[in-house]
């Protein structure tokens, strides 16, 4: 290991280590983890003490933020399932079938007149790079108990299925960039290893591990610490095999997090799911790698924008979690029922975070300094939603949940009760 490396390594082991010892304390504040973690970055960064970032080769620091990402797919795939997205399944369908490509279309317009110089191809990057949720920036406002079940599981589900339904778009867009190893691979190159070879090999490798699971724990020869390293062993010959072929290994993971749910669970009673923690392990893990990638972001992508800020960039980053997200949102949910303070709530937490602060950094390791002004854009969007979705989530949870209680005691047939008959079973 290089003396940069060694540096990177101690740098990341201490602020990981600082947050571990008072985690559960600051867990009753409004500083919620990513943000603790994104301002670290940015203290140890260049724009700080300067004790990590590009330059002190931060190579394998990288290969953690991708392999966070990479668990969080195959992890939010184990967990959807149908049951879940039945539950008030409108809810997500419309988030995800005519509020995400409005927000795509919406933050390309806008970003048009605020962001010159760019590109009609790179815009419109930036602005799908920008639409991914990520329920762990503000966890207590998506999993409260005292939000509606229906809302809950509708963000949990927008933030799980939107990832992997963004990512085919990003890598497509990539291929129009000249100078990309995307690009060079082509349109046609990208749609069939990128896109339908990565997504058969990751359901390849989930559906033979998951059959292979369920057989194994049927006839006793697997214990819990089996199947928990199997999860991230699967996750791994997912993202591994499609990137040997020159594909996405997120897709794949992806894509293989489905297979092995299903497979798993396919011949299986009630009572073994339900009992059947599998995944524990892996999302603990994911959780830890995700902690690590937000101090990437603050050192590598955040800390060098703050100082190259132009209002141009402050104002998209506010016009992308307002009026991109919200108003899409509002007109996807026209129709359904649901009451204001519910469309205000869901428009408003809809929080950017580990997918697009990778697939920022992804576009800034691949294009070079070209990438220096959708990088700060990423950057600034996603620091002001760590921020401020952080900071408002445990009040606005507070707030919505009171009027809920009070709205559905004044209304038993409240559409926002839909999914509490299901929750209770």
Not at 267 to 288: I, K, M, T
Not at 365 to 392: I, M
Request: charged share 15%; hydrophobic share 55%.
């Amino acid at each position: 290991m290089s003396g940069g490396s060694a540096l990177t390594a101690v740098a990341v082991a201490t602020v990981t280590a600082g947050y571990a010892l008072v985690s559960r304390r600051i867990s009753t504040t409004a500083l919620t983890g990513p943000l603790f973690f994104t301002g670290c970055g940015v203290l140890i960064g260049p724009a700080g003490l300067d004790l990590f970032g590009l330059a002190h080769d931060a190579g394998p620091v990288l290969v953690l933020v991708e392999a966070a990402l990479a668990l969080v797919l195959f992890t939010d795939a184990l967990q959807l399932r149908g049951r879940q997205l039945h539950r008030g399944r409108f809810l997500p369908l419309r988030l995800l079938l005519i509020g995400l490509p409005l927000t795509i279309a919406a933050g390309w317009l806008l970003a048009w007149p605020l962001l010159p110089g760019l590109t009609l191809w790179e815009l419109a990057l930036v602005a799908t790079i920008l639409t991914p949720t990520d329920a762990a920036v503000c966890r207590t406002a998506i999993a409260s108990p005292r939000v509606p079940p229906v809302v809950r599981n509708g963000l949990n589900a927008e933030c799980g299925v939107g990832d992997g339904i963004i990512l085919p778009v990003f890598l497509l867009l990539l291929a129009a960039l000249p100078g990309t190893a995307a690009h060079e691979q082509g349109l046609a190159g990208i749609f069939w290893r990128s896109l339908v070879l990565s997504a058969l090999l990751g359901l390849g490798a989930g559906a033979v591990a998951g059959r292979l699971l369920h057989v194994a724990r049927s006839a006793g020869w697997v214990g819990r610490e089996g199947r928990q390293l199997l999860v991230l062993a699967t996750t791994l010959a997912s993202y591994g095999l499609a990137v040997l072929v020159g594909g996405s290994g997120f897709i794949a993971a992806w894509c293989g997090g489905i297979a092995f749910a299903v497979f798993l669970r396919r011949g299986s009673s009630p009572e073994d799911l339900g009992g059947d923690r599998s995944h524990e392990f892996a999302e603990n893990v994911a959780s830890l790698l995700a902690g690590m990638s937000f101090l990437v972001f603050g050192a590598v992508l955040l800390g060098p924008a703050l100082g190259h800020l132009d209002w141009r960039t402050v104002v998209y980053a506010v016009l992308s979690l307002t009026v991109v997200r919200m108003v899409p949102v509002a007109l996807s949910l026209v129709g359904s029922g649901l009451r204001r303070p519910t469309v205000a709530y869901v428009g408003w937490f809809g929080p950017r975070g580990l997918a697009s602060l990778v697939l920022g950094l992804l576009v800034v390791k691949e294009y070079g300094p070209e990438a220096s002004l959708p990088g700060r854009v990423v950057a600034v969007t996603v620091a002001l939603s760590v921020l401020l979705h952080g900071v408002t989530a445990v009040r606005l949870s507070e707030r919505y949940g009171a009027w809920y209680a009070r709205a559905s005691e004044r209304d038993p047939r409240l559409r926002e009760r839909t999914a509490d008959a299901d929750e209770a079973a």
